[in-house]
């Protein structure tokens, strides 16, 4: 089955730097590969998402790179907003069985004013 | 479309006492699943379906029931309720056969005393 870690567990930075969280995962299986957001009480939601046959996409100011040989990919938010404080979760699909779904035990973030 | 609705917003049970976790989606997805969230652990998948009539374990289905006869509903059964089942629940639904984007419902906070 896959094995997901997410890196950093909290992470803290002042408004306007740029953020970085990793997700790293053992089944080379894997296909797609999304990050969600989730607001304190609210439910996670989709910011971004990649498939195995593309390195990198961007959405404004966040992005999502892959490395599929050293089986990790990452989401980067620039320029950060109070309003991207939240917790960040990695779910690495493998596209083989529906049930083998694991999110990473989340990232939160903290930007401040 | 009103997407992924779940009911209760909020329920307090008893040790022992059973109850039902309705959710119900109005997009036609055929893949449905149940998590829950707890402090630290991220989402961990309960059960799943693929479509009506199909359904399977996830990571975590001790003590949880499930069944799918229509396309829009999938209701969680708690059979016998346990401190241990203490968490945020929450349903998603996948337009495909899983290996998508997951659509949440705003989720269930049961306590279990």
């Known amino acids: 089955g896959e094995n997901v870690e997410q890196h950093p567990s909290t992470l803290s930075v002042q408004e306007g730097d740029s953020a970085v969280i990793k997700c790293t995962y053992s089944?080379?299986?894997?296909?797609?590969f999304p990050w969600y957001k989730q607001e304190l009480g609210k439910r996670p939601q989709l910011i971004i998402d990649?498939?195995?046959?593309?390195g990198e996409k961007k959405d404004q100011r966040i992005a999502v790179t892959l490395n599929k040989t050293a089986k990790h990919f990452s989401l980067h938010i620039t320029e950060t907003q109070p309003e991207d404080s939240a917790v960040y979760f990695c779910a690495p699909n493998y596209g083989g069985s529906q049930g083998n779904l694991i999110f990473g035990k989340g990232t939160k973030l903290s930007v401040k004013p | 479309n009103a997407g992924v609705t779940q009911t209760p917003k909020f329920q307090v049970l008893k040790t022992g006492q059973s109850m039902t976790l309705q959710c119900a989606q109005d997009m036609n997805h055929e893949y449905m699943s149940w998590y829950r969230q707890d402090p630290g652990m991220g989402l961990r998948l309960i059960h799943y379906?693929?479509?009506?009539?199909?359904?399977d374990q996830g990571e975590v289905p001790n003590g949880y029931n499930v069944s799918r006869s229509t396309t829009e509903d999938f209701p969680l059964r708690l059979l016998s309720a346990a401190p241990s089942q203490t968490s945020v629940y929450f349903c998603?639904?996948?337009?495909?056969?899983?290996?998508?984007?997951?659509?949440f419902g705003p989720g269930t906070r049961l306590t279990v005393l």
């Open positions: 990649i498939r195995s046959n593309v």
């Open positions: 089944d080379s299986a894997s296909n797609y």
């Open positions: 379906s693929v479509g009506a009539g199909i359904t």
């Open positions: 998603a639904s996948e337009p495909g056969q899983g290996f998508g984007e997951q659509f």
